[in-house]
């Protein structure tokens, strides 16, 4: 059977205490996404979460970047920080229409962040999941809700994301909820427990142990050691594409465990 695309990468390409430790010293600033983008398959984008980018700007990225290179970038906080979700369209397509499709077949999935003090209310997510669209100017779009509270936690949940094909994000967290049920025809995935002073960030036995986990989602498999929120369901075996980000405290070794990591992977 086939197997979907892996792909792991960390957050961002700007972070000085890399320069000189993932970047060569003598690499001008203005080549960094030149060159991360050619060692690593993915980088998820956390600035869109912040604020809005112009059209020029994404063009830009997708042009640095090369032939099957994927951004994943995070919906901006304005759509997801409030009280009243369904009430979220204006501001969904403000972002939706600053010109992320610039990006072309680069454009990998959308995040959206809720804040660790937003509860799960099934009516109000399933107001915000309605808003979602599957396309934009053509492109097929792929929606990652990434939830911070422990109310999540219920079949309920992944129950209704499946309904709209959305994918929930699993956080390897040390506090945020950890969901791995199988929701959409992608999985993505956080990895946010890596440290420092351990040179790929999580030790190799556990770096191995993510890349098999990673070969049985694209698989169309779940892995049995993971937490799942609805153990009723099993998801269709098919082909999945798999994003897998680095993205830990300090994330001074996260370009180095998705590299390492990309070279355990089939």
């Known amino acids: 059977m086939s197997a979907g695309t892996i792909r792991a990468g960390m957050g961002g390409w700007t972070f000085q205490p890399w320069e000189g430790t993932f970047y060569p010293d003598d690499l001008p600033k203005k080549r960094q996404l030149e060159y991360a983008s050619r060692q ?5 984008v956390n600035g ?8 020029a700007t994404y063009a830009k990225w997708a042009d640095e970047a090369p032939d099957g290179f994927v951004f994943s970038l995070k919906g901006n906080r304005f759509v997801t920080n409030r009280k009243v979700l369904s009430e979220a369209s204006a501001s969904l397509e403000k972002f939706l229409g600053s010109g992320i499709t610039e990006m072309g077949d680069k454009l990998g999935p959308l995040v959206w962040q809720f804040a660790p003090t937003k509860k799960f209310d099934p009516e109000d997510f399933e107001g915000f999941l309605k ?23 219920t079949s309920e949940f992944p129950q209704l994301v499946r309904k709209y094909g ?27 427990r890596g440290e420092d002073d351990v040179p790929t960030a999580y030790p190799p036995a556990e770096l191995e142990n993510w890349a098999r986990r990673a070969e049985q989602w694209a698989e169309g498999g779940q892995p049995d050691d993971l937490p799942i929120v609805d153990p009723g369901f099993t998801a269709e075996k098919k082909p999945r594409d798999v994003f897998v980000y680095f993205i830990h405290e300090g994330k001074i070794r996260a370009p180095h465990a998705a590299k390492a990591f990309m070279g355990l992977v089939g």
């Open 40 to 44: 690593v398959p993915t980088i998820e």
């Open 48 to 55: 869109t979460y912040y604020g809005s980018q112009k059209p």
């Open 131 to 153: 808003l979602l669209p599957a396309e934009r100017d053509g492109i097929a779009l792929r929606h990652v809700l990434e939830v911070r509270h422990d109310s999540f936690c």
């Open 166 to 192: 959305a994918a929930i994000c699993y956080a390897h967290h040390n506090t945020y909820p950890e969901i791995a049920d199988v929701t959409g025809n992608f999985v993505y995935a956080r990895l946010q």
